[in-house]
């Protein structure tokens, strides 16, 4: 038996999650300072101080990014607030119109599209680790995205995203925790589809070797391109984490997805989120 499982049969459980959560908070020692009194994250701070509570009362729809996308009528978002993840701006000229925020938090995804994701005009989020790659773009400080401190450790829900956010292996969760940070009351998940054709072990790095059947567009990891395998397991646990914190705030996340996988949030069905809006508005 290996040494770890050892000494969980012989140390009570609760002083064994006191000792797991001293080990992983150690872990997290070496980066604290940098994510605290960087300027760039100063910036980043008093940017996400702005934003606290700024959308209470509304409702933001978050997109993802799976093949779904293309049997859904986004023309209907071009007035809502939306939050896009990764490469959903390879959608944007079709749309004629941008989302209104933009969050990525994948090494490889920001590693590889860096000068695209710096190009694009609208408030962005990416995570601390990733701020080396912005650093030769002369970027100035208006436009430096801001820094969101996330990490792999330690699962939680962060109300406040000035303070670390646990990535929740999906760029979706970080997006939920944004969301709830900005106050939103409602939040409506599309393109999340929760379902990958291309199988193998979760969070191996793998090449893709042609067009991309995994998401919207065979461009977005397309040939040649460096991505992860998803760990849709563990988005699960992040998934059920994040409805327990908006019910106890007495918020609300809906899955709008047309088709999707995900069972963990209750389904609505995407049309009628905006015609009843439209209903009551003519009654």
Same mark, same amino acid.
């Given at each position: 038996?290996?040494?770890?499982?050892?000494?969980?049969?012989?140390?009570?459980?609760?002083?064994?999650?006191?000792?797991?959560?001293?080990?992983?908070?150690a872990?997290? =020692?070496?980066? !604290? $300072?940098?994510?605290?009194?960087?300027? *760039? +994250?100063?910036?980043s701070?008093? /940017?996400?101080?702005? %934003?606290k509570?700024?959308?209470?009362?509304?409702?933001?729809?978050?997109?993802?990014?799976?093949?779904?996308?293309?049997?859904?009528?986004?023309?209907?978002?071009?007035?809502?607030?939306?939050?896009?993840?990764n490469?959903?701006?390879?959608?944007?000229?079709?749309?004629?119109?941008?989302?209104?925020?933009?969050?990525?938090?994948?090494?490889?995804?920001?590693?590889q599209c860096?000068?695209? =994701?710096?190009? !694009? $005009?609208?408030?962005?989020?990416?995570? *601390? +680790?990733?701020?080396?790659?912005? /650093?030769?773009?002369? %970027?100035?400080?208006?436009?430096?995205?801001?820094?969101?401190?996330?990490?792999?450790?330690k699962?939680?829900?962060?109300r406040?995203?000035?303070?670390?956010?646990?990535?929740?292996?999906?760029?979706?969760?970080?997006?939920?925790?944004?969301?709830?940070h900005?106050?939103f009351?409602?939040?409506?998940?599309?393109?999340?589809?929760?379902?990958?054709?291309?199988?193998?072990?979760?969070n191996?790095?793998?090449?893709?070797?042609?067009?991309?059947?995994n998401?919207?567009?065979?461009?977005?990891?397309?040939?040649?391109?460096?991505?992860?395998?998803?760990?849709?397991?563990?988005?699960?646990?992040?998934?059920?984490?994040?409805?327990?914190?908006?019910?106890?705030?007495?918020?609300?996340?809906?899955?709008a997805?047309?088709g999707?996988?995900?069972?963990?949030?209750?389904?609505?069905e995407?049309?009628?989120?905006?015609?009843?809006?439209?209903?009551?508005?003519?009654?």
């Amino acid at each position: 038996m290996p040494l770890r499982e050892t000494l969980k049969t012989l140390v009570p459980p609760s002083a064994w999650r006191l000792l797991r959560e001293v080990y992983l908070s150690a872990r997290l =020692l070496p980066y !604290l $300072p940098g994510a605290y009194l960087h300027p *760039w +994250r100063w910036i980043s701070l008093y /940017r996400l101080t702005a %934003l606290k509570d700024i959308h209470r009362g509304q409702r933001a729809f978050i997109i993802g990014n799976g093949p779904s996308l293309r049997h859904t009528d986004l023309s209907l978002l071009r007035n809502e607030y939306t939050f896009g993840l990764n490469r959903i701006y390879l959608l944007f000229p079709e749309l004629g119109f941008t989302t209104t925020y933009l969050v990525s938090v994948n090494d490889l995804v920001i590693e590889q599209c860096r000068e695209e =994701l710096a190009a !694009l $005009p609208i408030p962005k989020f990416f995570s *601390w +680790r990733s701020r080396r790659h912005f /650093r030769g773009l002369g %970027l100035r400080q208006e436009a430096l995205p801001t820094f969101l401190f996330t990490t792999y450790e330690k699962p939680t829900f962060a109300r406040d995203a000035r303070f670390r956010l646990w990535e929740g292996a999906t760029v979706t969760y970080v997006a939920l925790q944004l969301a709830f940070h900005m106050g939103f009351d409602e939040v409506i998940l599309v393109g999340v589809d929760h379902h990958f054709v291309t199988r193998g072990q979760a969070n191996q790095t793998v090449v893709s070797e042609g067009e991309d059947p995994n998401h919207f567009d065979p461009r977005y990891f397309g040939k040649g391109f460096r991505w992860q395998l998803p760990d849709l397991e563990t988005s699960e646990i992040a998934y059920r984490m994040a409805r327990r914190a908006y019910e106890q705030a007495g918020r609300r996340v809906l899955d709008a997805t047309i088709g999707g996988k995900l069972t963990v949030f209750p389904k609505v069905e995407y049309g009628s989120l905006f015609y009843r809006r439209n209903d009551s508005a003519v009654n």
